[in-house]
């Protein structure tokens, strides 16, 4: 099975693996020029952060956050065996494999074509069925209402996407009811503080309350990269308004042993404030 595209319209701190100069501002950026530069970044970028973090994400790894939180301990997805998953910003779909060979039926869906000719590379030199997989944007799905018992993401779709209320809806639309929808994201307060993993970046610098997205853009003021900071109520409240019902709200402490940097996330800062948010929800 080959590669679906769908759509041609998202995946976090993890803008600066290109290092190509674009100047980095905070302004508006809508929903088009925020997909389409979430598409263009991870199609550029793809080889280099599989290069990089690969070992870290293991072929069939599903973790949920730099803090190394798995799936196989924490267990918010429940009990996957004989469920139809959609994994949203899937990557080169880790977490799918993981499901799948717990007896899952996954479906990896990203926006990037290259992230996911690097699912088809793993499933090849392991000579193993292939995961499912379709790029499309995560805030039109391209399935019919009710396909799925579950759905995902760690560290995808959701901070690259500027309408992430209709986000939600599509979840629901396309989750059975009682289905679980469990995503993870940066944590909401690291917007306030610089985006580096030493001291500089435990002194508040920006207000937590300021939406205005963080946008990369090149000389001609095009945007190379977008990322959109939601608060923690304004999470809640798009789940809520998109008929979910909210069971937790998971905030990984850093683990003892664990000293691996990823971008911003070090043993520094993740002992003394949340790196990551888990959201847990059901579909009414």
Do not use: K
């Not at 910003?89 to 799948?100: H, K, N, T, Y």
Request: proline share 5%; hydrophobic share 40%.
């Amino acid at each position: 099975m080959g590669i679906i595209t769908v759509a041609t319209t998202p995946q976090s701190d993890l803008h600066d693996l290109d290092g190509d100069g674009d100047d980095a501002v905070r302004r508006e950026a809508g929903t088009g020029e925020s997909s389409r530069a979430s598409r263009h970044w991870w199609d550029r970028n793809a080889d280099e952060y599989q290069d990089e973090h690969g070992e870290f994400l293991g072929d069939d790894r599903f973790t949920w956050c730099p803090e190394g939180l798995d799936e196989a301990d924490a267990h918010l997805l429940g009990d996957v065996a004989g469920r139809d998953v959609l994994e949203i910003g899937a990557g080169a779909a880790q977490c799918s494999r993981w499901l799948a060979a717990r007896g899952a039926r996954p479906v990896a869906l990203d926006i990037s074509h290259r992230q996911l000719q690097h699912s088809r590379r793993i499933d090849l030199g392991r000579g193993t069925t292939p995961v499912a997989v379709v790029q499309a944007d995560a805030a039109v799905l391209p399935f019919t209402d009710a396909s799925f018992d579950l759905a995902c993401s760690a560290y995808g779709a959701v901070p690259f996407s500027a309408d992430t209320a209709a986000l939600m809806r599509e979840v629901h639309r396309v989750l059975r009811p009682g289905g679980r929808w469990v995503f993870s994201v940066t944590h909401p307060i690291r917007w306030a503080f610089p985006d580096e993993p030493g001291v500089e970046g435990l002194t508040a610098a920006s207000s937590y309350f300021d939406r205005t997205p963080y946008v990369e853009q090149d000389e001609q003021g095009h945007a190379t990269y977008v990322e959109h900071h939601r608060t923690l109520g304004d999470r809640v409240r798009e789940l809520v308004g998109a008929g979910f019902r909210l069971i937790d709200l998971v905030e990984p402490e850093w683990p003892a042993g664990l000293e691996q940097e990823w971008g911003g996330w070090s043993p520094l800062r993740g002992r003394l404030i949340p790196g990551t948010a888990i959201f847990v929800a059901e579909r009414g």
